[in-house]
């Protein structure tokens, strides 16, 4: 929380510049420099000191991913999931005046009331994330070479701290179309360059340090107040996988990001208040970057940080265009096995009606580790089910089969774009009646996963190399051949006028959960330049139809309109099994 102060980010950019341009597009930050501070005077000079110019087709594309991650939010809330939902009504509890209160304030989805920043980002990360269904990154830059493709995850969580800010501080959305683009911008560039997963440490540290830099930067924060924020956060507050670990994942895996961009915004308010955090972080030899990559024979003060770090200031080549969007409630290691199964449905229809004796699907690492995990094999709960590839292959089969069943005289459309958006995974697929499906169940034990060795392998982070073989019970296999780019990734092959149409199909389809004017809904989240402050102050004011959970009972969703539901409705709330 914090008390209003404001600097002048044109004044704390005046000084030399610890980045490097390099060329027209890129800036550097060395490993001999303190990355940090670079950071921070690279996100002032971009959003305040007319630092660089983005293309159209990439600030297109970023709004698309943030339409994509907004109505995922919007029916997780509508759905009931519980993080979401508990976040939420604790962010309601700390509700802020309209005008004139002294510390920062924002809004959560589907409320008119300001409640203070950090509580409004950790409540709508958490939404936009439940799902996992929002777009993800897989840190791999070949222009750069092999120091660059360090195939970090990530996903477009972080987009929520850049509209709290822009609330908080009375900003359009020309500005925060390009806060959007540079909250991805950073964390992809940091995924390119250093592999948390390597170190069992959670992939949203990535992010946490593009919200510090970001949130920083619209708030009126100083390069050294960002700095120190950044060091705030990485030498208190990383998560590690532990997170994503045991047979039956929590609300802890789903809400990582929540949390850890609730504590970076959280470090800049400190630090504008005064408090002084580690500075230099990226070359502190006892902070994670040169604890688990040393770049001294001994540990000392003195050494540079493991990478050099390249972001992009103008034209196209920014992160976001690498990437991928989920088409689709799975795993983002999954879809190679998706797109496998589709291929082989358009290739040999019949395999719609047949009876299958086995499916064998072969996959990379990480890939075969995360989604392969021999407990994922029996999920319970939707967490563990979504990152279960027996589980999500299984659903998706027995979905085209119910789909072929009822199609009319045959006519089951077997091109990519009908294929995806009549089969897409979606909220029900992954509820507890979903789960325990005995035709799931029974498509489960069928599955043959493997790790296809090196010659997968090395074909990742650059693709998502899988093949599929499904048999019939005559003994005949069916071969996708490896699957590389499936729809929805940056490199995918066909047309992006498919992934447009299936993203349109996802995006009515998830906010049709949550809204009842779907159009007008997904209107307002697009041409985001031309939205003046008042319109970014209103962006994620919906009138959310609420289906399951404890905001049903509140009166509709009176809850996040400011009723109070007594201790007794919100006990009885709680002990009501969750669908979702």
Known sequence: MLLVQMSSPAAASSSPKTYKLDGADYVVLSANSNQARGLAEYAIDFLHNGLGKPDAEVLKRTELFHTDSVVCGLSALSLGTNAPTVLRAEALDYEQPAKGGALLSAKVFGSKKRVVAEKAIAANVSAVREWDSNGTVFGFNPRLGATHMAGEFGHNDFYPVVVAACQAKGLGGEIALKAMLLVDEIRGRLAEVFSLKTFHIDHVVHGAIGSAV???????????????????????????????????????????????????????????????????????????????????????????????????????????????????????????????????????????????????????????????????????????????????????????????????????????????????????????????????????????????GPSYDEKYPEGIPTSVVITNEAGEEHKSGMVLFPAGHARYEGPWSDIDQILQHKFETLAGLAVKDVPAALSKLTDLTSKSAKDLDTLYDFDIDYKHGPNVAAAGGARGKGKKRSREEEAAAAAEPMEY
């Open 214 to 452: 970001v949130y920083g930067a619209l708030v009126g924060a100083t390069v050294a107040q960002i700095e120190s924020a950044v060091g705030m956060v990485v030498a208190h507050y990383i998560p590690f996988r532990a997170i994503r670990a045991g047979e039956q994942l929590s609300d802890s895996k789903g809400a990582s990001a929540a949390l850890s961009s609730e504590v970076a915004v959280m470090s800049v308010q400190r630090s504008m208040r005064g408090f002084v955090g580690p500075a230099d972080i990226f070359r502190n030899p006892e902070a994670i970057f040169r604890k688990f990559k040393p770049t001294t024979p001994k540990m000392t003060a003195e050494g540079d940080s493991p990478f050099n770090l390249v972001l992009t200031h103008s034209g196209k080549d920014w992160a976001i265009m690498g990437m991928h969007f989920k088409l689709g409630l799975y795993e983002h290691q999954s879809a190679g096995a998706l797109q496998g199964v589709i291929d082989l449905f358009k290739a040999h229809p019949s395999l719609l009606t047949t009876p299958i004796k086995s499916i064998k699907i072969i996959a990379y690492q990480p890939a075969f580790g995360i989604i392969g995990d021999p407990s994922k094999r029996r999920p319970e709960t939707r967490q563990s089910a979504d990152h279960s590839m027996v589980y999500i292959i299984s659903r998706l089969i027995k979905k085209a089969r119910a789909v072929a069943a009822e199609a009319k005289d045959g006519a089951f459309p077997v091109d990519q774009v009908s294929l995806w958006r009549s089969l897409m995974l979606l909220p029900t697929d992954y509820s507890r009646t979903a789960i325990k499906d005995a035709d799931t169940q029974a498509l489960m034990k069928l599955i043959e996963f493997e790790h296809g």
